[in-house]
């Protein structure tokens, strides 16, 4: 089993380090502090999470998303095509994001990410994954004026996104997963889903995976074992169907189980951990597991968050010992 969390991490919280970061943010914002100054705000930020999962015990670490806004303006903003424009609600949940407009096609001037992987992969000895929106979320949380239908759209971003894929592998990226929240709302088109996500991981380098939370998951994840990727991710705590559904569907990819609920104070007891592995078990051998918060933890107070990363570790090890 490896310990995991999805991606971001609390940054608008009092406690900790959120207060120095927003008010940096700030600042910057009103320009009383130059891009440099913000840079190196970022960097210990970013140094300080990843100390922090690596202490708690962790296996695989994320960069807590630090710099991140939301899903898909680190991505599209760095693109030629779109521009950003105010706030949108972001699914059914209460958190907002400010929506890209794509006026022409996209096109990748060069590496997106890739720098900031870099810098966070060489604060630790512990192995980093990376993360990038899938294509099909990208295009539903965007407004296109461009192709003006799904498919093209989804298609093009799969080519950008694997572009940035293998050069984040060929980085020293263990993983690179794909978020895919979209899925669980509405009907999406699976067929497409697994298409662009065929080529958005094909010649990548690394280990792959598709990452989907919140919403139901309604029949998709037998679909999702048929796409090119080496791990699915599965939230049971929003959708507690999806136990049932890992019982029907024929698990032949590692599964990444999203077990704690991110969006919840409540430290969830190594008790009711060990009863849900232990049906997950009978599915999916332990060497093909990996356990995390079921979404991102941002939302958290710090504390919380810190203290659920910490209870996933202390519920696995005891697990092992019982093995």
């Keep these: 089993m490896i310990t995991t969390t999805v991606g971001s991490y609390p940054k608008v919280a009092e406690q900790a380090y959120g207060t120095k970061l927003i008010g940096a943010i700030t600042k910057r914002q009103r320009q009383e502090l130059t891009e440099a100054q913000m840079e190196a705000v970022y960097r210990e930020i970013t140094k300080a999470v990843l100390q922090e999962q690596e202490a708690a015990g962790l296996d695989l670490l994320t960069d807590g998303q630090i ?20 706030l949108t609600r972001w699914f059914d949940n209460n958190v907002y994001y400010r929506r890209p407009i794509l006026r022409k096609a996209p096109v990748r001037r060069g590496a997106l990410l890739v720098d900031d992987y870099r810098a966070a992969q060489a604060m630790t000895a512990k192995p980093v994954k990376a993360v990038l929106p899938g294509p099909y979320t990208f295009v539903q949380m965007s407004e296109d004026r461009h ?40 009907r999406p088109d699976m067929r497409l ?21 919140f919403g139901s998951l309604d029949g998709a994840l037998e679909s999702l074992m048929r796409a090119k990727v080496d ?11 999806a136990i049932a559904a890992l019982k029907r569907v024929a ?8 077990c704690l609920d991110a969006r919840n104070t409540k430290l969830e007891s190594v008790n ?15 060497d093909r597991l990996s356990v995390s918060p079921n979404a991102g933890l941002e939302l958290l107070p710090h504390p919380q968050a810190l203290a659920k990363i910490r209870r996933l570790v202390e519920a696995v090890q005891a697990y092992r010992a019982t093995k």
């Excluded at 791990?231 to 169907?241: A, L």
């Excluded at 009711?272 to 332990?286: D, F, I």
């Design 67 to 86: 710099r991140w806004e939301d899903l898909v303006t680190p991505v599209a903003h760095r693109l030629d095509g779109f521009e950003i424009n105010g």
């Design 147 to 186: 192709y003006k239908a799904e498919r093209p759209f989804v298609r093009r971003m799969a080519e950008i996104l694997n572009a940035e894929a293998r050069a984040l592998a060929e980085a020293g990226a263990p993983l690179i997963q794909f978020d895919e929240p979209a899925l669980g709302f509405g």
């Design 193 to 213: 889903v697994v298409e662009a996500l065929g080529i958005a991981t094909a010649g990548v380098r690394a280990k792959t995976a598709v990452v989907t939370y």
């Design 251 to 258: 698990c032949t990819k590692e599964l990444a189980l999203g």
């Design 231 to 241: 791990v699915v991710g599965v939230d049971v705590v929003s959708d507690p169907k």
């Design 272 to 286: 009711e951990l060990h009863a849900l592995w232990n049906v997950v078990k009978k599915r999916v051998p332990l």
